[in-house]
């Protein structure tokens, strides 16, 4: 199934994407998609029966903004530097364990949203992400078998990063993973079992209409299932956790001087394979 929430922000209702691209409302059947939902197989069987029954209300998709597709996320576990690719670029050594990191749940917007780079922001970044949504309680997993498991679905995530706040200010990378409006989520989150493999799925970026990403999960260090086990080892990932399972080549850190970071004005497409497309116009904070 194709998950998402449609509506102004803050007041999203449910909703699905029907076998024939068809927007259905889900808020007769369900409150919203969240990991309680997740969590619920009796009410997931609900809306696959209602979705394959043809009977869900049609919305007029025309001018209806379309949200991040997961409600009160609990976290969202960022992986650094998982693809072989991008740690070449950026001058790193592959990490022997994932880079673990944190971004804050207020950061996710839709996926048609504008981003704002932030005030005195010299190197804001783009990242296309897979992100992975939990759908069950997750703690200290054995198997690679039992990560997939626990996992409910996937989305395109954009983990926008400030390099200079990340790497040169000082502390942790937090401080330019953290930025208001630094996680376009969306459009849809697609069940798991309409991804039968997560480590064959391209994964594309452009900016301004130029293209500057074009990688596949296949190149990550760790595999999706390897990072789920390994950070249930750390944590309790509940039901409406994220995690972003990092970026292939073709970031602007990564790139010749003069680094062509990001600035008001420009426009960032990015897409990952069945999971969706998302457009963002770059602001002034």
């Known amino acids: 199934?194709?998950?998402?929430?449609?509506g102004t922000a803050g007041a999203e209702r449910p909703a699905l994407l029907d076998a024939?691209?068809?927007?259905?409302?889900?808020?007769?059947?369900?409150?919203?998609?969240?990991?309680?939902?997740?969590?619920?197989?009796?009410a997931l069987g609900r809306?696959?029966?209602?979705?394959?029954?043809?009977?869900?209300?049609?919305?007029d998709a025309a001018g209806l903004r379309v949200g991040p597709p997961?409600?009160?996320?609990?976290?969202?576990?960022?992986?650094g530097l998982n693809y072989h690719d991008h740690a070449t670029e950026t001058g790193a050594e592959p990490p022997a364990e994932p880079v673990v990191f944190f971004k804050a749940a207020d950061t996710v917007v839709g996926p048609y949203d504008t981003v704002l780079v932030p005030r005195g922001s010299v190197k804001t970044d783009w990242e296309v992400e897979l992100a992975v949504v939990i759908g069950r309680t997750a703690r200290y997993l054995e198997s690679e078998e039992e990560a997939l498991a626990h996992v409910a679905g996937y989305a395109v995530a954009h983990d926008v990063s400030e390099r200079e706040f990340q790497i040169e200010r000082g502390g942790t990378w937090d401080k330019g993973k953290n930025c208001e409006t630094f996680n376009p989520l969306g459009p849809w989150l697609v069940t798991a079992?309409?991804?039968?493999?997560?480590?064959?799925?391209?994964l594309r970026l452009w900016v301004n209409g130029e293209l500057r990403q074009d990688?596949?999960?296949?190149?990550?260090?760790?595999s999706v299932a390897e990072v789920v086990r390994y950070v249930s080892q750390f944590m309790t990932l509940y039901p409406g956790d994220v995690i972003n399972t990092g970026t292939p080549a073709g970031v602007a850190l990564g790139m010749?001087?003069?680094k062509p970071f990001l600035r008001a004005g420009d426009v960032v497409e990015l897409e990952i394979e069945g999971l969706?497309?998302?457009?963002?116009?770059?602001?002034n904070a």
């Open 47 to 59: 809306v696959r029966s209602a979705a394959g029954s043809g009977e869900l209300p049609v919305l």
């Open 276 to 283: 969706g497309r998302q457009r963002q116009e770059f602001k």
């Open 20 to 42: 024939d691209g068809t927007l259905r409302d889900l808020s007769g059947i369900v409150q919203d998609i969240d990991g309680e939902l997740l969590a619920d197989e009796a």
């Open 1 to 6: 199934m194709k998950l998402l929430r449609v």
């Open 215 to 222: 990688g596949n999960t296949s190149d990550q260090i760790f």
């Open 70 to 79: 997961l409600a009160r996320i609990g976290k969202i576990v960022c992986i």
């Open 193 to 202: 079992d309409e991804v039968p493999d997560p480590q064959a799925l391209g």
């Open 256 to 258: 010749p001087e003069p």
